[in-house]
């Protein structure tokens, strides 16, 4: 039911009760995280599993459209042990509609750490939401991971 996604970017209107935006799109359509790629090129090989995110930012990108499509299961596994909640429970009535990537400090295939500063927004009962947010992220073993936000 991709087609009855919110268009991207700002908007007024209604949000529809029905929680139909909780779910992956299709590997063709657009991807959540606003990269310009379809989702397919984009987060959704992260989020089938198919492989993991070679740098910080790809990996951050990949846990917004996370949030967006509902997979608790995929954010879990991308934080760090040290930090990761024991469970974590999305609301679908949340509805994430973009993402701003402002700013990234190392986090290459080659690094060990790295920094994304992002803006998100959301709407969730005609209410908007914005989360600003420093992440820091962690590579072991050859995989990123979410570790926490920092001031
Ligand atoms: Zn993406």
Redesign the pocket.
Known sequence: MTDSLEPFGPHTGTVPTAPDHFAPPGFGDR???L?G?VFGA??GPFLARETTAPTAVQLM??RY?AYAAGEAAYLLETWHPSTRPAALELDPSTRWYRLDVLRREAGGPLDGVGLVEFRAYARRNGDRLEQHEVSRFVRELGQWRYLDAVD
């Open positions: 991807c959540r995280c990269s790629e984009c987060c990108r990949s459209s």
